[in-house]
Each structure stands twice: as structure tokens, then as C-alpha cells.
């Protein structure tokens, strides 16, 4: 094969009668409304941010400064940066309702090499964001087990700690204390340590058969936990503000002005709902009309909230007492509403559990799209005879959250999932501006207004994002230049043999 054939190939792209097509047949099942996709949308926005990230966001971290008070202005940031990439996801999923996201949007613009890359970008976002919620996850179910000491048995309130953390977490834990990590975790052959996050493998299990079951039992699931969290967080706003005490927001900037910036690029974790709206398209009743309605809804209602709760929290809670771990459940034991506090977790615990369930939702119907256009086995896309749901392909991404699970911590895994998020939001807003000249005429049920002008900002900020914290997050950039190395292999030496087998095959 030469240079040439080679490099046609890498270029091909899909057209988008063909995506439509596909996606008309599609064996998935369609019983998406528009409820139920704002349902997705906040679940996996109103989730880590609000119950984790937002902490570590105030108070900064060994990597970065916090941004204080100032918070609210780097979630104004996030929220703008969000506006242009939110349109353009809602005139493109309108445009190709085709499950798969930007993987499939990159396709029909730019070709396979980058289609490719885009969707190993994707699990990156996904799959690695799946890790940091875990965690936190781990971390609020502990505290719920400790709220219920006096009726538990204490085999199960303190549990070993070696089934709570990772051991990377682990390893800090211990540092901290002045602990031998020798003494609390047992060894493998003498050399190898154990140290495993039993909840949240149990409950990325849990969640991986509930998915298996049907997107519309997850969805219903998802409703009641949502239900559930908009209590928890309009229940903290309202009762919290009674307790705000405006010199805590004195002062108001940190002495480190790039604190704003690094807060606006952690709290951007949380928006990947928008994307995860669109990996929805093939199982939505009307995607042309729904889409648009559900990526703005929630950008809306997420940022006024987003909003409340940091104006609560920084001005209930002095900025060196926040809890990085927990901080809205310890504002409320902070001035002295520990009942309180315990709700807080059992909403926090209902939040992530339905962000945990997105996240794995994108991840499986992103993989579905990659597997059904020949770059992975065939195997894995089958569909479940009687769920109707991408059954092989669904363990397969459980599977790859517990694994990784065992060696990544909440912080760096954050930081990688934003390095996705950013790029991928990038890159929709370059797939609109592609489509306004090479399809200037194809029907759009929603247009980006003012482009592109709109498309362009979205670039420069998710761009500018992209190289600030990059700079600051020395580790995090360097894990994501080797997973986009790692990628760029795959397909080498797997992925392009294995699409040029596919259409032989097709051809024969």
C-alpha cells in the first residue's frame, strides 16, 4: 500500500446521508423525550462539581492556586466557554442525530484519523472522568457509614482501609499521618500491594447491569436520584443562606490572579453532560427538536445553581476551612447541622451515582459508534437480544473503569477528563464552522447565531484553557500527551487494518 492510498484513506470521511441512514436502522431502542434528556444532562453536570471539585476549585492544590470567593467568576468563565460550545452541539446533534458525539461529528468533517483520535479522546473523557467520580463516590459513602455508627456493627462502619482507597490515595493517606503503609495494607507474594476501592467497584458493577437492563430503566433510575440531589442542593441554598456571613468573601480575589483561571478549568469537569446529551441521539424520539432544547436547558438551570451553592459555600465557610473532600456536607456540619450534613450525603451519593451512570452511558454508545464503523471487533457491538442495549460492549467499559480505578487518584483523572472535555469541544465547534462551507445548504432545526464569530470564541477559550492549565498541570499534561501517543499506536498497528478489513468484507 502506498503514501498516497494511505493517506486518502486517513482523510475518508462519512457522509452525513450515510450517518443518517445508519442511524434510522440502528438496533438501539428509541425512548428518549426531552425530560428525560435534561435528566441526563443534570445528572451528569449537578454532580462531582458540585459535591467535590468545587472544593479542591476554592482552595486550590498542590498542582495549582485556588480561586477563593472569586470561584463565582470562574464558573461565570466556565459557563461562557460552555455557551459557544453548547450551541454548536445543539446545531450539529440536530444536524446528525448519530450516536457517537464528537467522534461521529469529527468523521463527517475531517476524516478517519481524526475521527478516531476524537473518539480515543472520548473514553479519555469518559471513561477516565468515570474514575474521578468513583472516588468520590468512595468518599461520601464512607461518611454516610460513619452517620450510622451507633446502629452498624463496626466491622462495616470502619471497614479496612485498605477496600476504601486506591492505593496511590492510599500512599497519600498514609504520608500525611506519618502511617507505615506497610502496616495497613496487606502484600501480594510480599511485594505486590492490594489496595482496592470495594465501593465503588461495587457500585460501577451495580450500575454497569443496570444499563445492560435498558436505557430507559436507567433513565427512570436517574430521575429519582435527580430528584433527589435537587432537593439536597435547594434544601443547602435555602438553609445556608441564613447562615452566610459576608466577610468570608473578604477577600474576595486570590493573591494568585491564575488561581480564577485554574478554578474555571476544574469546574469545566462538570460539563460534559452537554456531550453526553448528544452520545443519546440514536435512542431519542425526536433528536432534531429535542437535543437543542435539553444542551441549553441544562447549561441554564446548571449555572444558576452551580452559582448559588459557591455563594452559599464561601460565605458560610471561611476558605482555609474547606473540606476538599466533602465541602457542602462539612459547611453544614460547620455550623453545627450534622443532620444536615448527613442528608447532604445521601444526596451527594444519589448525585454521583447518576453522573457514574452517564458517564458509563457515554462511554458504551461512543464505543458502539467506533465499533459499528469497523475500527473494533464485531463482537463487541453485538446487541442484547432481549435489552436491546450493547451488552458486551457495556462490561467492557465497566471493566475498564475498576481497572484503572485501582492506580489513578480523584485529582489527576479530573484534570484528564478536562484535557478531553476542552479538545472536544474544540473540535465541535470547528465541525460547525466545516459544515457552513461544505454543507451550506443542508436543513439545520437549530443554528449557531452569530457565526462565526460564536464558533471561533469557543475555540480561543477551550483553546487558551488548554495550554494555561497545561503549564500548571505538569502530571495530568503529561499522562494525556501518552494516552493521545497511545491512541495515535492503536490505530497504526490495529485500527486501520482492521477498518480496511471491514470494508473488504462489505465489498466482497
Known sequence: MNFKEISRNILKKRSIDELVSTSKNSELKKTLNVFDLIIIGIGAVVGTGIFTIIGTAITGSTESAGAGPAIIISMVLAAIACVFSALCYSEIAAMIPVAGSAYTYTYATMGEFMAWMIGWILMLEYAIGNITVASAWTGYFIQLLKGFKQYLPDFVVNFPIWLRYDYRTLANICSTNGWDIHDKIPYLFGHIPIAISLPAVTIVIILTMLLIRGIKESTKVASIMVGVN???????????????????????????????????????????????????????????????VAILGTLIICTILYVSVA?????????????????IAHAMSYIGKDWFAGLISVGALCALTTVLLVYQLGTTRILYAIS????????????????????????????????????????????????????SFVIICLAVLILRKTEPNRPRPFKVPLCPWFPILGMIICGVL???????????????????????????????????????KRME
Open 466 to 504: 488548554i495550554v494555561f492549565s497545561m503549564k500548571t498541570l505538569q502530571t495530568s499534561s503529561l499522562y494525556f500527551v501518552f494516552w493521545l501517543v497511545a491512541g495515535l499506536l492503536i490505530y497504526v498497528f490495529y485500527g486501520y487494518n482492521q477498518k480496511r478489513l471491514g470494508e473488504k
Open 372 to 423: 459499528r464503523d469497523k475500527f473494533l471487533p464485531r463482537s463487541w457491538r453485538m446487541i442484547h437480544k432481549k435489552y436491546k442495549t450493547p451488552h458486551i460492549m457495556t462490561w467492557i467499559s465497566g471493566i475498564v473503569v475498576i481497572v484503572c480505578g485501582l492506580f489513578m487518584d480523584l485529582n489527576i483523572s479530573a484534570a484528564l477528563c478536562n484535557f478531553g472535555t476542552f479538545t
Open 230 to 292: 435537587m432537593f439536597m442542593i435547594l434544601s443547602f441554598i435555602i438553609v445556608g443562606a441564613f447562615y452566610v456571613k459576608p466577610e468570608n468573601w473578604t477577600p474576595f480575589f486570590p493573591t494568585d490572579p491564575t488561581g480564577i483561571i485554574m478554578g474555571a478549568f476544574l469546574i469545566f469537569f462538570a460539563y460534559i453532560g452537554f456531550d453526553a446529551i448528544s452520545t443519546t441521539a440514536e435512542e431519542t424520539e425526536n433528536p432534531q427538536r429535542d437535543l437543542p
Open 311 to 327: 455563594l452559599v459555600l464561601t460565605g458560610i465557610v471561611p476558605v482555609n476551612k474547606i473540606d476538599v473532600t466533602a465541602p
